[in-house]
Every structure is written in C-alpha cells, then in structure tokens.
C-alpha cells in the first residue's frame, strides 16, 4: 500500500497568512493526489485534484504543486472559513489512501 | 444538486450485520463510479469499497474483503452497502461518495460529492 504522510500534523495561523501543507508518498504517485478540507462534524470537500487542478466552486487562494513523492496545497491569504482539517489521497493504486490529516488553527 | 444521503448506521454487535443505503438525488448514480470511505478518530479517512459506473467492477480493501459487499439498485437510484461479520474495529462514519474516475489505475479518482455519513457502533 502507498503510505501518505503529512506535514505539520496540525498548524496554528492568523488570517491573512499564508501557509503550506506537505504530503509525502512512500513511492511514486506522478500526479495522482487530490486533496480535501473537511471542517468539524462535515463531509470532507474536495479542493484539488490532480495535484493541481481547482475543483469548481473553491477558491482561487487555494492551489496544490508537486509531482513524484513530494505534493504541497498552499492558501495564499487565510480566510476565517479555511481553519480546518485537511486530507491528501491518492489514487494512483489500490488501495485508494488518505494522509493523516493536517488540523489548520486559529492563532 | 447533486446530493447523497446516507442511512442504516446503528449499534451492532461484533458478528452482526448491516446494511448501509446511500439515496443519490439530482443525477443519475448508475453514470458514476461510486465510493465507500469510513472515518474514525484514530485512523482518519479509510477508503473501503468502489463500484464503477457499469456494475460490472467493484473493489474493496483488505480490512473488508470478503465480510463487505457494493451494490447498487438503479431503480431506486441507490447504492449500498452490505456489512457481514463486524468487528469493533468496524465503528466508524461512513461516506458514500460520488466519483470521478478515469477508469484505470494509476490514474485519477477523486470523490467529488459526499453524503453527511451514518454512524456504525459495534460493541457488545
């Protein structure tokens, strides 16, 4: 199975800051890693797909770069609706799998 | 708008069954892939089951072969979820999820619309 691990595990902020998560997968995944914000008691939503594609409806402060192992999703300027958990997955094998979680936080 | 609705959580002894339904209004479910994920506090977002857009394809993860079944019922526009064999580790919400998928693997599958999730209990 293809592990996915996230940077921080959770991560304090103030609004207007910019901030980056990281996810690392244990092999080679090309591009195949979405990403989703998933606020508490919800569903998870999905942001980016494809490492780098912005799902309809999101933000434009939302963006994702990387390809290989190394992926990161970026919020340019943090709004009071961003703090949240957020998910890596990947989808280049079965089993489909998620990262850990990172918890964004208030400052 | 596309919406999922999911039912049929509950408390459940280990060894008991259940069967999850996950009600698709606003599409077609039979025109997607569809996807089971579960969540629990300590081991996050697990991906259990997907059934693509013809029937004719399912897969499941390893925690869950064998005891889980996928299924769909287009005349009711539903997919489910059947759970034989539970275990405590089982507790968990669970998502179904409408799906985009590029059909092969690797490839690109994401979960594009999700239900609110239902709560399944195992305990004695």
């Known amino acids: 199975d293809i592990q996915m691990t996230q940077s921080p595990s959770s991560l304090s902020a103030s609004v207007g800051d910019r901030v980056s998560i990281t996810c690392r997968a244990s092999?080679?995944?090309?591009?195949?890693i979405n990403w989703y914000q998933q606020k508490p008691g919800g569903a998870p939503n999905l942001l980016i797909y494809?490492?780098?594609n912005l799902h309809s409806g999101v933000p434009s402060r939302f963006s994702g770069t990387g390809s290989g192992t190394d992926f990161t999703l970026t919020i340019s300027s943090l709004q009071p609706e961003d703090f949240a958990t957020y998910y890596c997955?990947?989808?280049?094998?079965?089993?489909?799998?998620f990262g850990q979680g990172t918890r964004l936080e208030i400052k | 708008q596309a919406q999922l609705v999911e039912s049929g959580g509950g408390l459940v002894k280990p060894g008991g069954s259940l069967r999850l339904s996950c009600a698709a209004s606003?599409?077609?479910?039979?025109?997607?892939?569809m996807t089971w994920i579960r969540q629990t506090p300590g081991a996050g977002l697990e991906w259990i089951s997907y059934?693509?857009?013809?029937?004719?394809?399912?897969d499941y993860a390893d925690s869950v072969r064998g005891r889980f079944t996928i299924s769909r019922d287009s005349a009711k526009n539903s997919l489910y979820l059947q759970m034989n064999s539970l275990r405590v580790d089982d507790t968990a919400v669970y998502y179904c999820?409408?799906?985009?998928?590029?059909?092969?693997?690797?490839?690109?599958?994401?979960?594009?619309?999700w239900g609110k999730g239902t709560t399944v209990t195992v305990s004695s």
């Open positions: 092999q080679n995944i090309d591009n195949c």
């Open positions: 997955q990947q989808s280049y094998s079965t089993p489909i799998t």
């Open positions: 606003g599409f077609t479910l039979s025109d997607y892939y």
């Open positions: 494809a490492a780098s």
């Open positions: 059934i693509t857009s013809s029937g004719s394809i399912t």
């Open positions: 999820a409408r799906t985009y998928s590029s059909g092969w693997f690797p490839g690109y599958h994401h979960m594009v619309v």
